[in-house]
C-alpha cells in the first residue's frame, strides 16, 4: 500500500498541509468506507456538521447562538476547541476499539476497524525532484483520507469527557473545528464565570 503526500493547492505556507493521494484501487475502498461513515453521522448524529450543506451548518450555528431561549434560569457558557493536528493525533488504540463496537457490527465487515491498520502498513512518500523522501508506516492519521471515521470517534471521545463534567451539553463539530454550548444555572454561572461570553461564528 503506497500513500504520497501533496501540499493542499494554493496554500502560501513554506510548512505546507499534506494530503494524502493513494493508488485508484485503495482510493475507491477508502471513499467506500467514508461514504458509509458519513451516512452514518448524517442518520444518528446531530453533533456533527461534517455532512452538511452550508445552509444546514448555518441552521445549526443558528440555534446554537440562541440556545439561551430553551434555558431559562441559565447563561450559556460558549468553548471552541481547534485541535492541532487533528488526523495525525488519532491512533488505532483510539479508533480500533470504537469502530469494532460501532461501523464494523453496523456493517458487518472489519473495514472500519482496520483504518489504521492501513497507515501502519504503508509506505508513504513526498514527491521531490532531487530526493528520496519517504517511511514505512506511521501511527497518526493524513488529512483528507478518513475524516468521517475520526469524527465518529471524536465525538466519543468530547462526549464522554463533558460527561463527568455537566449535566446538559450541546456540540457541533466539523473535524478539528468543534464548538461546545454548556448551560450553567445563573446562580452558579454569577460566581464562576466571566460575565460576557461571545458567540460561536461560522468558519
Known sequence: ???????????????????????????TRAIIQEKN???????????????LSE?????KIYSLINLQKA???????YINFDAK????????????????ETLDKVFDTDIFSKTHDHYEAAR????????ELYWDGQLGGIEGLNQDTWMITYLGQIKYAFKGVCDSFHLLAKGDDLRAAVPIPVAISSSTLPQDQPHPHPS
Not at 85 to 100: I, L
Not at 124 to 131: G, H, N, R, T
Open 124 to 131: 508513504i512518500y513526498i514527491p521531490d525532484d532531487f530526493y
Open 1 to 27: 500500500m503506497v500513500i504520497r503526500l501533496a501540499p493542499k493547492e494554493k496554500e502560501l505556507k513554506i510548512n505546507a498541509r499534506a494530503f494524502g493521494c493513494k493508488t485508484f484501487q485503495d482510493r
Open 55 to 59: 445552509l444546514d451548518l448555518l441552521r
Open 71 to 77: 434555558y431559562s434560569g441559565h447563561r450559556i457558557f
Open 37 to 51: 461513515a458519513m451516512r452514518y453521522l448524517s442518520n444518528f448524529s446531530d453533533e456533527q456538521a461534517i455532512s
Open 85 to 100: 493536528a487533528w488526523n495525525n493525533k488519532f491512533r488505532n488504540a483510539t479508533v480500533k476499539p470504537v469502530m469494532r
